[in-house]
């Protein structure tokens, strides 16, 4: 298939652009661009930097996609972005390249679906399948696992990491890491349930649930300390890896500052 460009966007003759791409009436495509095969770019959108698009994704109006990370400190060295499949990006959505302090891109999946508003910020690393609703918005080097629903208004804190399989409610305030398989949601958040129809729909075992369940009762419900719930569950039988996941993410929140895994910046390194 042939590439469609609107007689009044602007294309930088640098930028690579795969098979059947289409690109609406008024938008901006910078040098370093790479947009895969069938990926369309609707009016009044912006790919600007060092960014990389994959496959058959879809770009609403008004979005940005790989401008400046909103970080004071950022030497305008050349950062990226790098975007996965079959992602749709609603009107107003963006991504921000990535600082000098990681890695340096900014890094999404496969398969997410980011309503109107969105903001992921610089350094983020988000995973596949995931629902980010109208104005949700996360801060620099946030991490987002696999399956993830954050609801409308989210406010994710910079180095938050989300678990996978997790829901946030409706303007929640995430400032502590997100347990995985949880719902929360307040402000700040805090762990609610076991997201038992998020496991159900995505293939889990009652087994799975069960323990899970049995699991956040000892660590949110008793409050038993960590230890003692991982001893408890532990001793039951064979350790099903979903429990162990929830443990040891638990154990790397708990490592880091303000119950952030991420956030252990002046931890010397020895």
Known sequence: MSVV???????????????????????????????????????????????????????????????????????????????????????????????????????????????????????????????????????????????VTLAGGVGVSHFASVGQLSFVSAMSRVLHD??????????????RAINSIGLKRHGYTAEDIAVLTAAFKLLYRSRVGVEKARETMFSKGPIRPVIKHLFDCVDRSCSGHHGRGQDQRSKKVA
């Open 178 to 191: 997100v347990p995985p398989y949880t719902i929360v949601d307040g402000q700040p958040t805090k762990p």
């Open 5 to 147: 460009i609107a007689q009044t966007a602007v294309v930088d003759p640098r930028a690579q652009l795969g098979s059947g791409v289409r690109i609406g009436h008024f938008s901006v495509i910078g040098p370093d661009a790479k947009i895969g095969d069938g990926t369309l770019i609707e009016e009044h959108v912006v790919v600007t930097g060092r960014c990389t698009i994959g496959e058959d994704n879809h770009i609403f109006p008004g979005s940005i996609i790989g401008a400046h990370p909103q970080d004071t400190s950022y030497k305008e060295t050349p950062t990226q972005v790098v975007i996965g499949d079959n992602n749709i990006f609603r009107e107003h959505s963006t991504v921000n390249r990535a600082t000098e302090k990681e890695d340096g891109i900014t890094e999404i999946g496969n398969n997410n679906y980011f309503m109107a508003g969105t903001h992921i910020a610089h350094d983020c690393k988000i995973g596949d399948r995931i629902v980010i609703a109208n104005n949700g918005m996360l801060g620099g080097h946030v991490r987002i696992g696999n399956d």
